[in-house]
């Protein structure tokens, strides 16, 4: 049996470390700096800050941890897997140098360039004037990525040539993103459906996921701003397993290729954000790491054990990872009123009770942004994102019954949710 140390604080954090304790193989979880929502499942959170490695890694030895689980891109980007491991705890996730894949959108491209993989033609611009005139040369619809990690909301899908240009302004005139913007890629706008497809990565091998759809747009009919994802379902009927089969021959197996090529393989989850276009399916980022909230509707489809499957990937021994093909997983997330703009936190979070359908059903509500109210007996929102409610049905519809009926059934007053999640597949 194995004691875990999860580093992150978020629902993905959370579904990680439900999962592991959901197996055999993990009896014992700790989650820094996780959250108090985490501990109605046994979970101990641990009031230890993401930046500072060397008292992770005392309280690691302290309570010899066997291993870590890294669930976040800014640990990982600032080098936290090789920290570990540099101390001599196994870490499961990618080293600074390969969460370049998520750092650094020129990185990606690069690397996707070299190794002819499917992406939005793309140019990069480090000034005002030669980024306007580029979007003037090729015209709207066109999509401006700050460089660098904006948290989801670096990106600007311009469906005229003057929200370009104000995108950029915003950018490179008024530094909305700080650093992150001091560099931008201006992308060709791609049509179709997007998906997400995950993987378990160790080198040149890899094991996928179901795919899943996050809804990035913060209100009903996807309007309004860019979010870090309002809700998320798995699997994506409309799209076919064709496609999916392309993207792991067309995509995840050069880039891992090429990564082990260069001396700078990947170990870890590896996220494709992908769009199925007329053309096959096509990158429009990865991730180096488990999506939020796509985690939260992938991970209750396994069926193996997550613990004992990462361990054998951290041996080098051969993984089983099993998956619930049949029935659909859908969640919705609820946020702080005024998110991801003007976020207003604060709300008290009632009992959302999922007891009816908690056995046939696996309803369970997975706490991202709350924390312990003044008197310690109940959460509040302390941030966007607070906690998402995830069900298992035979369908999109099902599912969505379940978890509306519960959210329009609990006081949120002081937070929101969408209401349509999974629309795309039931059009
Ligand atoms: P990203 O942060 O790169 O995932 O982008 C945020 C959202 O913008 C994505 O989830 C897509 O919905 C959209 N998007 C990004 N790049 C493109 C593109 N090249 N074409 C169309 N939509 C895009
Ligand atoms: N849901 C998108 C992400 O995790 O980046």
């Given amino acids: 049996m194995s004691r875990v ?30 959250n108090p929502g985490m501990k109605a499942d046994g979970i101990v959170p641990v009031n230890l800050s993401l930046s500072n490695h060397s008292a992770l890694i005392d309280f690691a030895r302290d309570k010899q941890i066997d291993w870590v689980f890294v669930g976040p891109e800014n640990p990982l980007i600032e080098g936290m897997v090789d920290d570990f491991q540099a101390a001599g705890f196994p ?79 915003d950018i490179f005139l008024d530094h909305r993103f700080g650093a992150a913007g001091s560099r931008v890629v201006i992308e060709e706008f791609l049509e179709g459906q997007e998906f997400s497809l995950m993987c378990f990565v160790r080198g040149d091998e890899f ?19 860019n979010t870090g994802g309002m809700g998320a379902y798995s699997p994506v009927p409309q799209i076919p397993s064709s496609a999916v089969a392309q993207a792991e021959e067309t995509i995840i197996k050069p880039v891992i290729a090429g990564m082990v090529a260069e001396d700078n393989p990947f170990t870890g989850i590896l996220y494709a954000g992908l769009i199925a276009t007329a053309d096959g399916p096509k990158v429009i980022e990865f991730n180096a790491r488990f999506g939020d909230p796509e985690t939260e509707v992938v991970l209750p489809k396994l069926t193996s054990d997550l613990g004992a499957g990462i361990e054998a990937l951290l041996h080098g021994e051969e993984p089983v990872f099993s998956w619930d093909e049949e029935r659909t997983t859908l969640a919705v997330v609820v946020a702080s009123e005024g998110y991801p703009d003007k976020t207003v936190t604060g709300a008290a979070i ?55 009926d519960i959210l329009d059934h609990t006081d949120t007053t002081g937070m929101f949710y969408r209401h349509d999640i999974g629309f795309k597949a039931i059009q």
Wanted: charged share 20%.
């Fill in 5 to 34: 140390l999860v580093i992150g604080s978020g629902g993905r954090e959370h579904a990680i470390a439900h999962t592991l304790l959901r197996g055999e193989r993990v009896s014992e979880v700790f989650c820094a700096p996780g």
């Fill in 91 to 169: 870490a499961f996730g990618p080293t600074r140098k390969a969460a370049q894949i998520e750092g650094s959108k020129t990185f990606a491209k690069e690397l996707m360039q070299r190794y002819n993989v499917p992406t939005a033609a793309y140019a990069t611009f480090d000034n005002f004037d030669a980024s306007i005139a580029y979007v003037q040369e090729q015209g709207a619809p066109i999509v401006i990525k700050a460089d660098g990690l904006a948290a989801g909301k670096g990106v600007t899908v311009a469906m005229d040539e003057d929200s370009a240009i104000a995108a950029l302004k």
């Fill in 207 to 225: 094991w996928s996921m179901p795919i899943s759809q996050d809804h990035k747009r913060a209100y009903d009919g996807d309007e309004g701003p």
């Fill in 350 to 404: 009632h009992e959302f009770d999922c007891s009816a359908t908690q056995a046939e059903h696996g309803t369970h509500v997975y706490y991202a942004g709350v924390a312990d109210s003044e008197d310690g007996d109940d959460l509040v929102a302390s941030s966007g994102r607070v906690l998402l409610v995830q069900t298992t049905a035979d369908t999109v519809q099902d599912a969505q019954n379940i978890i509306y």
